[in-house]
């Protein structure tokens, strides 16, 4: 019981994070790993096909090409349709089986992807490093008290005017709780859906909205898209 004690003691902000991220069930590189492990599974984004906001955002030209960061890359499948356009990219998620899976899936397609094993937060890199940040579903598994941190360091790594692509869920999709909600239920049920107006009060302060839309249904496996998804593209501030 002392040594708990003596444990628990509370004297920062980080502190703070780090027993609320206990309350919670946990969803590490280990869980990951078992989810991306049968490849055979009907997950919709086990595709090898790129979301289909991302590539509507380049047909449109609404940002130059230039290095890239996919964050939550998974099976590298956005990482890679980015690297066919033109883009020095590097992919980055937790799993280290994903990693494996989006090191094949580059190298069978001959495409050159920087892939990274890591969490985003523990992430290095210099300021303002990158032209383009996507984001395919990631934002709503972060914990609601991590969320600022994730906000700060996609600003801290975008280049000035540079832009920041995300698909998260809606309400459609996610689980129709509050931030609150989390904490009493002691759970991210799965990953929190995002009404229009909460989602654009997270991202609005940070960045100028260039587009924002529910993700269009795709029956076939040419693209990836899902209507219980929000397709947003930014702008950083």
């Known amino acids: 019981m002392g040594i708990e004690i003596d444990k628990e003691i509370i004297k920062s902000n980080e502190d703070i994070f780090t027993m609320l991220d206990t309350l919670l069930e946990r969803r590490g590189g280990e869980w990951w790993d078992k989810f991306y492990s049968d490849r055979s599974k009907p997950i919709p984004f086990f595709i090898n096909a790129p979301d289909e906001n991302l590539v509507s955002f380049l047909e ?3 940002f130059k ?3 890239a960061f996919d964050i939550g890359c998974g099976n590298g499948r956005n990482s890679i349709f980015l690297a066919k356009q033109g883009f020095e990219v590097d992919g980055i998620d937790f799993s280290t089986t994903s990693i494996e899976w989006a090191n094949q899936n ?4 001959h495409v050159d992807v ?3 094993n890591k969490s985003i937060f523990d992430f290095q ?3 303002s490093s ?3 940040v996507y984001d395919s579903g990631c934002l709503h ?3 609601p008290h991590r969320r600022n941190q994730y906000i700060k360091k996609i600003i801290d790594i975008l280049k000035p005017g540079a832009y920041f692509g995300l698909t998260a ?5 996610g689980a129709n709780i509050s931030d609150y909600d989390v904490y009493r239920d002691f759970s991210m049920h799965g990953g929190i859906g995002f009404s229009e107006l909460k989602l654009k009060s997270i991202l609005s302060p940070h960045f100028e909205i260039v587009e924002f839309r529910e993700m269009k249904e795709i029956s076939d496996n040419s693209l990836f898209g899902k209507a219980f998804c929000w397709a947003v593209l930014m702008k950083k501030r």
Not at 169 to 173: A, E, M, P, V
């Open 169 to 173: 869920f809606n309400l459609k999709g």
């Open 114 to 116: 920087n892939f990274i």
């Open 106 to 109: 580059a190298s069978e397609e």
């Open 125 to 127: 890199v210099h300021h």
């Open 60 to 62: 449109k030209g609404l």
């Open 130 to 132: 990158y032209d383009f």
């Open 65 to 67: 090409r230039g290095r």
């Open 141 to 143: 598994h972060i914990k």
